[in-house]
Nanobody, 123 residues
Framework: VQLQAFGGGFVQAGGSLRLSCAAS????????MGWFRQTPGKDREFVAA????????YYADSVKGRFAISRDNAENTVYLQMNSLKPEDTAVYYC?????????????????WGQGTLVTVSS
């Protein structure tokens, strides 16, 4: 199983980016998929997830209303649309796949991870 995350970059505050997570060896429609982020010296932080079981979406309070997670089953890809970006959103973003049917924000419940893509938001 491989998850390849891309789409990060440099953007000014208030701007938008869309991250993509292309999966191979695992069908994203059959798994709970999530996005996490991490900055140097800090613990990995849950950002968003979409359930396998009922397709509901969940967000960290810090990104609710600004970020949106979605799937494209035909492309076997998960996306994270990020709008109204803030400097505090600067981080390396990771996509991950979980065998659990329902949402989980614990990174320990995800068994495959992408390599990370850097998002930098300037003030």
């Amino acid at each position: 199983v491989q998850l390849q995350a891309f789409g990060g970059g440099f953007v000014q505050a208030g701007g938008s980016l869309r991250l993509s997570c292309a999966a191979s060896g695992r069908t994203v429609s059959l798994y709970t998929m999530g996005w996490f982020r991490q900055t140097p010296g800090k613990d990995r932080e849950f950002v968003a997830a979409t359930n396998y079981r009922d397709r509901r979406t969940y967000y960290a309070d810090s990104v609710k209303g600004r970020f949106a997670i979605s799937r494209d089953n035909a492309e076997n890809t998960v996306y994270l649309q990020m709008n109204s970006l803030k400097p505090e959103d600067t981080a390396v973003y990771y996509c991950a796949s979980s065998p659990y049917a329902y949402y989980t924000k614990s990174g320990d419940d995800y068994d495959y991870w992408g390599q990370g893509t850097l998002v930098t938001v300037s003030s």
